[in-house]
């Protein structure tokens, strides 16, 4: 199995454990009550508000082979290419047209800020940067291969089962089309990374396990123990 392969393996796997979730599939089905619905925008948001910040963490340490498609990506979560959309406004907008007054919107906001604060303040799982930056690129990438395959199908749900307006639901549209190229980039960026920094097969598969032992959609939009074993990582990547 190729590097390549591989990781896409992965990807799918976390993607289909996703998509066939109790979670999910309430949903999708309308069985979450309102309470629930927002208590998964809250979490969206949390999860996705400080992108730019990881971004900018992951163009820091990119390989030169990646370090433009990697800053072109940071660009647009900063609404500072041709498009000009800024991808934490989409989701305040989203915050907005669920109702969320001042003080849940700043809620949000804050958490998404313990997040960032979390990662430089914990003492680091791995021994180095270079195995910390991996694991981060590989669910920041995974993310995207997920937005471009099923985000508009959570932008749906929050319309049909919440009534929010299409204006509202932008950041779900964004993602499903750009991320499509973003998932392609960032599965080529992990490749880039395993080859500049020298990764061996045998330190992938365990940084791989450590980072996919749950599922990590479940784990960010709602929480709870999530255990979904990936792919088993003991083959070679080449």
């Known amino acids: 199995m190729t590097l390549r392969s591989l990781i896409e393996t992965y990807y799918d796997t976390q993607t289909d454990k996703f998509a066939t979730s109790s979670q999910f599939q309430q949903l999708e089905s309308g069985h979450l009550n309102m309470a629930e619905i927002d208590e998964f925008i809250h979490n969206l948001c949390r999860s996705h508000l400080k992108s730019p910040q990881i971004l900018a963490f992951l163009y820091a340490i990119a390989p030169p082979a990646a370090a433009d498609a990697t800053q072109h990506n940071l660009l647009e979560e900063m609404g500072l290419d041709d498009a000009g959309i800024r991808h934490p406004d989409l989701l305040y907008q989203l915050m907005q047209a669920a109702g969320f007054s001042p003080q849940q919107q700043d809620a949000v906001t804050a958490a998404a800020q313990a997040q960032v604060r979390s990662l430089c303040t914990d003492p680091l799982m791995f021994g180095t940067i270079k195995e910390l930056g991996l694991s981060v690129l590989l669910e920041v990438t995974c993310f995207e291969w997920m937005l471009a395959r099923l985000s508009r199908r959570l932008g749906q749900a929050l319309q049909t089962h919440r009534g929010l307006p299409t204006a509202g639901l932008a950041w779900f549209d964004h ?48 929480g709870g123990p999530t255990l979904a074993l990936a792919t088993p990582a003991g083959e070679a990547a080449s």
Request: net charge negative; aromatic share 12%.
């Open 175 to 222: 993602h499903s089309e750009v991320d499509i190229r973003h998932a392609a980039e960032g599965v080529e960026a992990v490749v880039h990374y395993v080859s500049d920094y020298d990764i061996e097969a045998d330190e992938l598969a365990t940084i791989l396990d450590i980072t996919f032992r749950e599922n990590v959609f479940i784990r960010r939009y709602f």
